[in-house]
């Protein structure tokens, strides 16, 4: 039995059991959120000190808080339990960071290690569709990208399958018609747009001819309700013409009667007798007139008597 091999296990046994392994984390918030960085090491705490980069933070140890930097630029707190606290964060908290804890004698409990982000939120995506023939296309994209930022563009088909991209813009041509979504997402944030496309290409026959009935009934109804209206105007302005005639005849044969010229009518022998005597003179202006000739007599032819056959 060899001695030496048993002794030298023993030790590496007591070196080893007194070593903790070192715990990363990662952890992810958006801009003037709030962070919370705990120790995931068991029991209370005594002795821990936060460090971001290699640069010593705040301590804690029996309860008594010793801040290394400005506090009012850190905007940081360490709690009871260890944990680190920063309010408001910017993207300049990014960082390694890392907290050792120590027992009440001095000697090293454990040390965890959590990667810091903080990253703005997504912006809002735009989804656009152009139908050419029976082939859609789509473009998926973002307003602008900040340098530096990371986040994913997710192009989902009709068909479910999805296309992933860390770009400010995918695009994608199809023949597959329906519903397409657009999502921007990263670590803190996610939004999403969607939109039904249908692209058919020729219409077909029955469609065609739809439309064409539509449209033949509608002119045909169209011109119908012109010609009532414009038969039914007219039945109208004769009724107010011919009113207004009943109201203006009796007017206009007064005044026809009034301006004819009177009827002549044929004189009576006696008017005409009356007509043909001369006029009487006066006295004074009387003058003799000659004697008027005397008729001369003629003849009489004697009546002779006819013979009687």
């Known amino acids: 039995m060899n001695f030496g091999r048993i002794f030298l296990v023993k030790c590496l046994l007591l070196l080893f059991s007194s070593v903790k392994c070192s715990v990363v984390n990662r952890l992810y918030k958006a801009v003037n959120e709030t962070a919370l960085l705990n120790i995931t090491a068991p029991g209370s705490i005594y002795h821990a000190i936060w460090k971001r980069d290699g640069q010593r933070l705040v301590q804690l140890k029996d309860n008594d808080v010793k801040y290394f930097v400005n506090k009012d630029q850190c905007r940081c707190k360490i709690l009871q339990n260890g944990t680190l606290q920063i309010r408001q964060v910017v993207k300049g908290d990014s960082g390694n960071y890392t907290v050792t804890v120590y027992e009440r004698d001095g000697k ?60 400010a813009m995918l695009e ?47 002119v045909i109804s169209v011109i119908w309700l012109i010609y009532c209206i414009r038969r039914r105007k007219a039945k109208r302005r004769e ?11 009796p007017a206009e044969c007064d005044r026809a009667m009034r301006e004819l010229p009177p009827t002549p009518y044929a004189p009576t022998p006696k008017q005409v007798r009356v007509q043909q005597r001369p006029l009487p003179q006066p006295q004074g202006q009387q003058q003799p007139q000659p004697p008027r000739p005397r008729p001369r007599t003629q003849p009489r032819t004697p009546n002779h008597p006819k013979e009687r056959p």
């Open 108 to 167: 090293w409990k454990a040390e965890e290690k959590t990667s810091f982000f903080v990253q703005e939120p997504v912006p809002q995506p735009i989804l656009s569709t152009e139908c050419m023939n029976r082939t859609v296309s789509v473009k998926c994209e973002v307003d602008h990208k900040a340098k530096g930022e990371e986040f994913t563009i997710e192009l989902t088909q009709p068909n479910g399958r999805k296309i992933q991209k860390n770009a």
């Open 172 to 218: 994608l041509q199809t023949r597959h018609s329906g519903t397409f979504r657009c999502a921007v997402k990263n670590q803190v944030s996610e939004k999403m747009v969607e939109k039904a496309i249908k692209c058919s290409g020729k219409l077909d026959l029955y469609l065609i001819l739809s439309i064409a009935g539509g449209a033949l009934v509608f």
């Open 239 to 249: 009724g107010d013409d011919e009113q207004r005639m009943m109201q203006t005849l």
